[in-house]
């Protein structure tokens, strides 16, 4: 009976610190994908702008870097961004430069995401930005409106409106994402989840791992369903 107690007490205390240890990588996820989002959604605008700039100069390095950060899995450019400096870095010492340089795994993870959401987040800015009647555009300069003042005041809340649900699918697909960065050594959910299952030889942290992504997801689809309908007005 003694040893039935211990038994449980040392399984529950296991289960404990496997708990623990999650939501400690949790953290850890909610940080790279809220600083992703605090970084990708306004970087994406100017990128936007630039892809549709009547400037081909600007327009066609805009269309290249969509199309490399595009046409790229997102595990490589993660790679890339966190090993590329190193050893561009070790190319100038070679060369007989003095150079010192230190790459923060977290940080490295975040440039990342933060271009590539950019790079998709910028094509549906473009998507709704060019839905909008060029009509509309002309009743604001009859009206008096600076160019400025008809893009913000006129275009785009309602371009907001219209990319809500795009950009709620891309926003859902970065909480899953962000299982990548521990390609790079970054400790977060998923990455905890396996170490925990190699140490304990059960599936049940993988399991609780999903549960947690379920219900970060499911909070962000109630939250992007709650403003499509603040912003039905627009309709």
Avoid: C
Avoid at 57 to 68: D, I, M
Avoid at 128 to 137: A, C, D, L, R, V
Avoid at 175 to 204: C, H, N, P, W, Y
């Amino acid at each position: 009976m003694l040893a039935d107690l211990e038994n449980n007490s040392l399984i529950s205390d296991r289960y404990i610190k496997m708990l623990q240890a999650m939501l400690t990588g949790s953290v850890t996820s909610l940080e790279v994908f809220f600083l992703t989002i605090l970084f990708s959604v306004p970087l994406a605008l100017p990128v936007a702008m630039g892809r549709m700039s009547r400037h081909k100069l600007l327009s066609g390095v805009t269309n290249v870097f969509l199309l490399v950060i595009r046409g790229t899995p997102l595990m490589l450019q993660l790679l890339v961004v966190y090993f590329g400096p190193g050893l561009f870095i070790r190319w100038l010492v070679l060369q007989g430069y003095e150079v010192s340089f230190k790459w923060n795994r977290f940080v490295a993870a975040i440039v990342a995401l933060s271009v590539n959401y950019a790079a998709y987040f910028a094509e549906i800015y473009r998507g709704g930005i060019e839905s909008i009647p060029k009509g509309q555009y002309e009743a604001a300069k009859v009206l008096g409106y600076t160019p400025a003042r008809t893009f913000f005041s006129i275009v785009l809340p309602q371009v907001i409106k219209r990319i809500v649900p795009a950009m709620g699918n891309e926003v859902i697909t970065l909480v899953k994402d962000t299982a990548l960065v521990s390609v790079i050594g970054v400790s977060e959910l998923l990455m905890v989840a396996k170490e925990r299952q190699g140490a304990m030889f059960s599936f049940v942290p993988l399991f609780i791992s999903g549960v947690f992504y379920f219900i970060m997801n499911w909070i962000v689809s109630i939250a992007f369903q709650r403003l499509e309908k603040k912003l039905s007005y627009y309709s």
